[in-house]
């Protein structure tokens, strides 16, 4: 008997035109706010804007809304390719002010999924709160670290975590916090050339196993106790051009965030297996299943 792979339409995933008219007609579009419709009906040439949205590391003329609306595309492509139930439950640490995720939740469970962040910095919380107001999700967001996330909530009760361009903010709160600084109460990004500054004099010095190491795979191996066998990690990072060459910016542990949280995961001895997804990029993407009940 021939079986066909349900998974198949969205692999390769990311075809720039197929993402196109998601976000300018299709899935994510239909989710945005009124304002971010708005703003992307505004733009024009979105094809080859999003051909630039999906490079890495990102173009110097990136169009914001247009990448926004591609990060919340790939989470949702990914979804569809995976196949958890669209009545998900979704578990995003640090989430900040950034809707993405929250928006693929949306487009891929119509609303009845359900979506919890963990978040320490307070003001991008607030941000978030009027970029999601429109969304039928219910969404929880618990004002904590992320190291504490087993306080609050209970093992296999997630079918997903993502971890949206989250690596490099656990890394700068674990060197930030020590040295005085209250990320929680902290304007996070006026401050946050400091935190890079502080993770690149640590990276320098060889300390990322004392300090931002263990932070990032405690909450990782968390992630994996609170999502059910068989569920999904999901990691992204991007980055930008601009950074190329600016003094102050660790660029190559930036561009290796990736492979390196790939090599402290296997290390941990997690029992976490890595699945490659056609037109997947593993610099920029990494995808963990948490090992199926026996
Ligand atoms: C700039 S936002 C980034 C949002 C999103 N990850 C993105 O890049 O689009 C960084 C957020 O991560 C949060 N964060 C960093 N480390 C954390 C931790 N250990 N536990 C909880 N939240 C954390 C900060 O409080 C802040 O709200």
Not at 55 to 61: A, F, I, S
Not at 208 to 214: A, E, F, K, S, V
Not at 229 to 235: A, D, E, K, V
Request: hydrophobic fraction near 45%; aromatic fraction near 10%.
């Amino acid at each position: 008997m021939k079986t066909e792979d349900p998974r198949g339409p969205w692999l390769p995933l990311w075809e720039a035109g197929r993402v196109a008219q998601e976000i300018s007609e299709g899935a994510i579009y239909r989710n945005l706010d009124e304002a971010a419709r708005n703003e992307l009906a505004g733009i024009s040439g979105i094809p080859e804007k999003v051909v630039g949205a999906l490079k890495q590391p990102k173009p110097l003329d990136i169009c914001m809304p247009v990448l926004n609306a591609v990060l919340a595309a790939q989470y949702y492509e990914v979804f569809e390719a995976l196949q958890p139930p669209r009545t998900m439950a979704v578990y995003e640490p640090c989430v900040g002010g950034s809707n993405p995720v929250i928006i693929a939740t949306e487009a891929y469970g119509g609303g009845k999924a359900s979506y919890l962040a963990i978040n320490l910095n307070r003001k991008l919380r607030e941000e978030l709160r009027g970029k999601t107001a429109h969304l039928k999700t219910p969404i929880r967001i618990i004002e904590d670290n992320a190291q504490r996330a087993l306080a609050h909530l209970a093992p296999h009760s997630f079918d997903v975590a993502c971890f949206h361009h989250a690596v490099n903010d656990i890394l700068q709160t674990a060197v930030s916090e020590p040295r005085g600084m209250d990320t929680t109460a902290t304007d996070w990004f006026p401050n946050e050339r400091q935190m890079i500054e502080w993770l690149a004099e640590d990276a320098r010095a060889g300390r990322l196993d004392q300090r931002g190491r263990p932070e990032l795979v405690q909450i990782v191996g968390d992630a994996a106790r609170l999502v059910r066998p068989g569920g999904y990690l999901l990691f992204d990072h991007w980055n930008w051009c601009r950074f190329i060459g600016v003094a102050w910016f660790p660029w190559d542990l930036f561009y290796n965030l990736i492979p390196m949280t790939r090599r402290w995961v296997a290390e941990s001895g997690l029992p976490l297996a890595e699945v490659r997804l056609d037109g997947l990029d593993p610099q920029w993407w990494l995808i963990l299943r948490n090992a199926p009940a026996e």
